[in-house]
């Protein structure tokens, strides 16, 4: 019954019931409605522990691989590592080499160096004898003592003739290839 009939007594067009059956009917539709609702309430818990449990798994399942990343790139880190150290040695030990020959080749020069300027000093005291003495002093006319007697060292051989066969890296679909497949040296 609408509020007007029952104040006044007045209906107005609409159907008329009972106040009691009308406010069941209502109370009816609405535990129907509330029953719904907690029915989707319970869908959405469920679904949002599942959304959540989902979480918990993705970020457990990105630390994973990103500690697999992780572990992966430092083995190719110590790789390169190794393979960086063991060219570096390989320069140093032929740079050393290279060093030690070139320190007693100019040992030798400087003393092929100091035997010359001691016979340039006898040359040059002979020089100025007068035409007697010169003659007594006896001066050979032929050999290499008139110019340099010893036999001159090789020049040193050039640092850039060292080559080093740096390695090759290819990444394919997330793997690395390591080689030695280039012969360029190092300059």
């Given amino acids: 019954m609408c509020r007007t009939c029952e104040e006044f007594g007045i209906h107005k067009g609409h159907a008329r019931g009972l106040l009691i059956s009308e406010s069941a009917k209502l109370r009816e539709i609405l535990e129907c409605r509330f029953e719904k609702m907690e029915l989707n309430n319970r869908i959405f818990e469920e679904q949002l522990k599942e959304i959540r449990k989902a979480g918990i798994t993705n970020i ?40 030690e020959l070139n320190l007693e080749k100019e040992n030798k020069l400087l003393q092929s160096q100091e035997e010359l300027a ?10 100025n004898l007068n035409d007697t003495q010169l003659f007594i002093a006896g001066v050979e006319m032929r050999g290499p003592t008139w110019y ?36 360029s040296g190092v300059t």
Avoid: W
Avoid at 148 to 165: I, M, S
């Fill in 60 to 99: 457990t399942l990105f630390n994973q691989k990103v500690g697999k990343v992780n572990l992966h790139f430092k083995k190719l880190h110590r790789l390169l590592s190794d393979q960086e150290e063991a060219i570096i040695e390989k320069l140093e030990l032929s740079s050393s080499k290279t060093y």
């Fill in 118 to 127: 001691k016979k340039m000093e006898r040359m040059k005291t002979r020089i």
């Fill in 148 to 183: 340099y007697e010893n036999e001159l060292p090789d020049c040193p051989p050039a640092t850039d003739d060292v080559e080093v066969r740096l390695p090759t890296i290819k990444i394919k679909d997330c793997l690395l290839e390591l080689t030695n497949e280039d012969s």
